[in-house]
């Protein structure tokens, strides 16, 4: 199985990369990020007065133990079918965990977040939360 890291799980590595580290040594070549997932990490880390560290880091998880995979046109249409039916069943999901969704849809992948409430009622997604006690 392999595994698409959602924005908690990698804010979570990237302060304390020790505390997931036995899940990215254990699941190692079956990691995966969104594009859209990375996009807080790089907030979070613009927003520190000397950002250098930390985008290093953000280089070195991407260079050295997972794999990006971008929001295409096949993410796209999967939001839209998702989101579609969503609504008509009037269930609110929040637009950027959606597109996380999307991803980890389409490229058939567990998605690991620590907002598992957030993600249930998103049909045919698998959910695992590694920071779970």
Known sequence: MSYLLD???VSA???QP???MHRFVQYSGRLY???VALAEPYV???RKPNPTSTLAAI???LRDEVRRLDFDDD???RFGQVRAELLERGVGVSFLDLLIAAVALVHDLTLVTHNTADFRNIPGLRLEDWLAP
């Open 75 to 77: 993410c796209a249409k």
């Open 59 to 61: 280089e070195v998880m």
């Open 18 to 20: 020790r505390g997931l």
């Open 33 to 35: 990020v969104s594009s």
């Open 44 to 46: 979070w880390a613009f």
């Open 7 to 9: 924005t908690k799980i």
């Open 13 to 15: 590595h990237l302060r």
